[in-house]
């Protein structure tokens, strides 16, 4: 991001509610010492500002200032247009702007600041993160905390009462944006949709199925599917293929992008050791870990692969020309290997399989998992 600045474009930083968006800039802006005017969408007044866009009104604001932070920008009626009017005319202004509703954001940024942004997503910390911060020995003995209680800043800095604060997350603050946006008229399907997905970890999600278990059309599951996927509540992953015999194409699997908020939604925070859910509540925890590494490093793409008789590999992952294929186990003292399905037809593929003797790597930075 710091490398993005004095360059006469907005920077853009989005992700869910608590993931430390507001803070993040602050320190940023101590950090390098820039004498910014501050205004959130959560003030009356500030919203205000920008009830009627016009050339002079960022005169007004910044007087002499050439740094302006908008935090919660998606409550702010014309920002987008506020600001692309103060790009054209002061190349010497740096704009900063946070939002928690990735999904309003990135609709109504999509045409006014086209070209006029550095867009990044900040997540839950992130395993290697964390390891960074405390060392990667100490950061695996929080395993089953992580498994438990996942990464929100808030949580990971105490523990003590992460399920009571994980529980109001959840309630509240988690869905605030998606409650207000105008298509969701059924707070109680977003609830009862959320806590499917949940129960599903793992295994292969059908609109058509949740649509008739929820007693709702398929369109109106897609529709908050999307909306879930874009507030960055949950993810999707599509089945790989080449279209080789047999393969799934159109399959989908959900994960959270945090464990803790998956086991909020169901209030299921029993001890590891008694879980029948450990296998998906491990696999969903890879997988998310692994995804924002590959964000943050901005390659690879993610899938799982099954056939129609039922052979299946948890993960695959294509980094360019490589690919790779991994079965996430939480017993290790199992032997788990890579489907013969699956090797036979891409003998180029390099198998592993995860487990907690070896998770470390896989979230890591090195390109190679002890197998």
Not at 65 to 85: G, M, N, P, Y
Not at 166 to 186: N, V
Request: aromatic fraction near 12%.
């Amino acid at each position: 991001m710091l490398k993005q600045l004095g360059k006469g474009k907005a920077i853009l930083l989005l992700g869910a509610r608590q993931t430390g968006k507001t803070t993040l800039i602050r320190n940023l802006l101590k950090e390098e010492n820039l004498d910014a005017i501050y205004l959130t969408g959560d003030d009356d007044f500030d919203v205000e500002l920008f009830a009627t866009p016009r050339q002079d009104m960022w005169n007004q604001i910044l007087g002499s200032k050439k740094v302006v932070f908008i935090d919660e920008a998606q409550r702010i009626t014309h920002i987008w247009r506020s600001v692309k009017l103060l790009l054209d005319q002061r190349a010497d202004v740096q704009v900063f702007l946070s939002g928690s509703s990735s999904f309003q954001l990135a609709d109504l940024t999509e045409e006014p600041l086209t070209g006029r942004k550095y867009e990044y997503s900040l997540f839950p910390f992130s395993f290697s993160e964390l390891s960074a911060h405390h060392g990667v020995l100490e950061e695996r003995k929080m395993l089953e905390s992580r498994l438990l209680y996942g990464s929100y800043p808030q949580i990971v800095a105490d523990l003590s009462h992460a399920q009571e604060n994980l529980e109001q997350l959840s309630d509240s603050y988690l869905y605030r944006d998606l409650l207000s946006y105008e298509c969701i008229r059924k707070p109680k399907l977003l609830e009862d949709l959320l806590k499917a997905l949940a129960y599903q970890v793992g295994n292969e999600v059908s609109p058509s199925e949740l649509a008739s278990l929820l007693g709702v059309a398929r369109g109106t599951v897609e529709s908050y599917l999307s909306l879930l996927e874009q507030a960055q509540i949950v993810f999707c992953l599509e089945a790989f293929s080449t279209n080789q015999r047999n393969e799934i194409k159109k399959g989908r699997k959900y994960y959270f992008w945090d464990t803790g908020i998956r086991n909020a939604v169901i209030r299921g925070f029993d001890p590891i050791a008694t879980r029948s859910d450990v296998g998906a509540l491990w696999e969903n925890y890879l997988i998310a870990e692994r995804r924002k590494l590959l964000m943050y490093r901005g390659s690879g793409e993610q899938f799982f692969w099954r056939t129609t008789d039922q052979m299946e590999v948890d993960y695959v992952e294509k980094t360019f020309s490589k690919l790779s294929a991994y079965e996430c186990k939480w017993n290790d003292k199992k032997q788990s290997r890579i489907t013969k399905a699956f090797s036979n037809r891409y003998p180029e593929a390099e198998p592993a399989t995860i487990t907690p003797a070896n998770y470390a790597q896989f979230l890591g930075e090195e390109e190679t998992v002890s197998k």
